[in-house]
């Protein structure tokens, strides 16, 4: 008797019927099916994988604010996630036409010196129409695409690239261009995917640099227009400096002020308003111009100017700040120079003999102002020869987190030590760049130089 059996259905890839089981291992999945399978999972790994070095590559990018930082992080990170031997950034100019900066990494020193002499890509070939045509350009080999425009005399060998440009609140500002996978292989699709989505973060993270930038150098110009211009004190050959914290909008109450007295001397004065604000800097200000009216009288002594400003500072202010000072007077005494100084809670004074001795004027500094107005404050006194350099500072230029302030004093004296023979203005310059502190707190720096005296 004929059994009548119904036909598989058309989606049973298997031949068998719904209910019917294996029967035997040559009924598994293809070969096919298990390595498409394992390709998948491989796949899916990898993305995983990726994604995590992705999370991890913005948190580095985007916690970075200096912008030659950033930009040379975010090409490492490129190569690092992709596995390329060569990255570049090629920033823009103004009119987005040519690259007006470009920043190679991976390469040798011997590579390097290969180089040497020829002039950085403009955006011309490859990257030029990467340029004109901001899209995503994968190129398995730079020598055949119709737009190569070959490399110059010396320049390592390049086969692939893989390009991707960077967009600042919608406006392209440069491009990302990664060259030959380490493991040989052309960059890929699941590349490029990788660097487009690192090419956003990296555009937020410029744009943050930037606006960080552009607060800093603001901050630092309404510092500078607080801080007065040193007057003409020749006979005295004088200098100074000033750099902001670098904290951003970190607005201090660093300043300095001098000028020639009647009788031939000069009085010069640094100080530091407690606090970073714009509170600081406007005390800043009050202080040094009741200040400067007060040692203008040649005749009070410059711990009797600092307990007189201590005085008005209490009466005339709504709250009086909490601040440093050193108030200090060269006179001329018997053809050498006579230096009176008095400091409130500040550093001391730092002398470079003509000999080319460097000491500390180390007395007892008192209190800061603002603490105790009725206090009298000492005054001291150091005889100096001609063309000895008295360098006044604020603190921000020695201080080192964690550290005693004798280590950065005694490194401040090493460095001047080293400048000695600049003039007062360059070695202003040399020892903010040069300072050991760490930057976090605003610096100023003045320098005066004893000159010849004549009958």
């Not at 998948?40 to 913005?58: D, F, G, K, N």
């Not at 800093?216 to 607080?226: G, I, K, T, W």
């Not at 809670?345 to 105790?372: M, N, S, T």
Request: charged share 25%; hydrophobic share 40%; aromatic share 4%.
């Amino acid at each position: 008797m004929a059994v009548d059996r119904q036909s598989p259905p058309d989606d049973d890839s298997t031949g068998h019927g719904p209910d019917e089981p294996y029967t035997s291992l040559l009924d598994l999945p293809l070969s096919s099916d298990l390595n498409r399978i394992g390709e998948q999972l491989h796949a899916l790994a990898r993305a995983q994988s990726t994604l995590q070095e992705l999370l991890q590559a913005v948190m580095s990018i985007t916690g970075e604010l200096e912008l030659p930082t950033v930009l040379r992080r975010i090409v490492r990170t490129a190569m690092d996630l992709v596995g390329a031997r060569y990255g570049a950034m090629g920033v823009l100019d103004q009119e987005g036409r040519l690259l007006d900066e470009f920043i190679p990494l991976g390469l040798t020193s011997k590579e390097l010196a290969g180089l040497e002499g020829v002039e950085l890509p403009r955006g011309r070939g490859l990257l030029g129409h990467l340029i004109h045509h901001p899209e995503p350009l994968r190129v398995k080999d730079i020598s055949r695409h119709q737009e190569s425009a070959g490399f110059p005399p010396g320049h390592p060998p390049m086969r692939t690239l893989l390009g991707v440009a960077i967009s600042v609140r919608g406006r392209v500002y440069g491009n990302l261009y990664l060259s030959e996978r380490k493991d040989g292989q052309p960059f890929d699709r699941h590349d490029e995917g990788v660097i487009r989505a690192l090419a956003g973060t990296a555009g937020v993270a410029i744009e943050n640099a930037r606006l960080y930038q552009q607060v800093r150098n603001s901050s630092e110009q309404f510092q500078r227009l607080l801080l007065p211009r040193l007057p003409d004190l020749r006979p005295f050959t004088a200098g100074a400096a000033y750099r902001p914290a670098s904290a951003p909008a970190a607005v201090g109450g660093d300043w300095y002020d001098a000028m020639v007295l009647p009788g031939g001397a000069c009085a010069a004065v640094i100080g530091d308003v407690v606090g970073h604000d714009l509170r600081a800097a406007a005390d800043m200000s009050q202080i040094r111009n009741m200040l400067r009216a007060l040692y203008f009288d040649r005749h009070a002594p410059p711990g009797v100017s600092l307990a007189r400003l201590d005085r008005i500072m209490n009466a005339a202010l709504d709250e009086a700040p909490i601040a440093t000072a050193l108030l200090a007077r060269l006179e001329p005494v018997d053809r050498a120079w006579r230096l009176r100084w008095s400091s409130a809670g500040h550093p001391p004074p730092l002398v470079l003999l003509p000999d080319g001795r460097v000491r500390y004027l180390d007395h007892e500094p008192g209190i800061p102002l603002g603490v105790a107005p009725d206090l009298h404050r000492p005054d001291h006194c150091d005889v100096l020869p001609t063309d000895s350099t008295v360098v006044l500072f604020t603190d921000g230029l020695v201080e080192i987190p964690g550290q005693p302030l004798d280590r950065g004093l005694d490194a401040l004296a090493v460095t001047a030590s080293r400048f000695a023979g600049l003039s007062p203005d360059e070695l202003c310059r040399a020892l903010i760049t040069h300072r050991p502190g760490d930057g976090h707190d605003d610096k100023a720096v003045m320098a005066l130089r004893t000159p010849r005296l004549t009958d």
